[in-house]
Nanobody, 123 residues
C-alpha cells in the first residue's frame, strides 16, 4: 500500500516560516517524482514544487520560487518543503503527491496523494 502522510502545518505569522514533511511508504523512493500542491477555498489546486528522486532535480512554480525549497531524505523516505517569507495568500491545505516522474506534476496530475496539512498565515 502506498501512503503519503503530510505534517508540519499550522498557524504562522506573516513573514514566518514552516517546514512541511511528507513521509512516504510503499514506494522504493529511488526514482519517483514527489510534488507539493496546495488548495485554498474557491481556488484551483496549485502545483508548487516537485523533486525527482533519481538526481534530486527540482521544479518550482513562479509564485514560490525563491521562498520555498524542496528537499528529500532517502534514509527517512521523506520529502520536505521549507517555506520562508510566508504571506496570507499562502493560506491553504498543502498536499504531497507521488508519481513516476515530475512530468506528471508539470501536467497537473499525480497518482498518489496524501490527506493534506493545513497552513494558515495571519496578517
Amino acid at each position: 500500500e502506498v501512503q503519503l502522510v503530510e505534517s508540519g502545518g499550522g498557524l504562522v505569522q506573516e513573514g514566518g516560516s514552516l517546514r512541511l514533511s511528507c513521509a512516504v511508504s510503499g514506494l522504493r523512493f529511488v526514482d519517483e517524482g514527489i510534488g507539493w500542491f496546495r488548495q485554498a477555498p474557491g481556488r484551483e489546486r496549485e502545483g508548487l514544487s516537485c523533486i525527482t528522486l533519481r538526481d534530486r532535480g527540482t521544479f518550482y512554480s513562479g509564485s514560490v520560487k525563491g521562498r520555498f525549497t524542496i528537499s528529500s531524505d532517502k534514509s527517512k523516505k521523506t520529502v520536505y518543503l521549507q517555506m520562508n517569507g510566508l504571506k496570507p495568500d499562502d493560506t491553504a491545505v498543502y498536499f504531497c503527491a507521488a508519481d513516476e516522474f515530475c512530468d506528471d506534476y508539470l501536467d497537473g496530475e499525480m497518482t498518489y496523494w496524501g490527506k493534506g496539512t493545513p497552513v494558515t498565515v495571519s496578517s
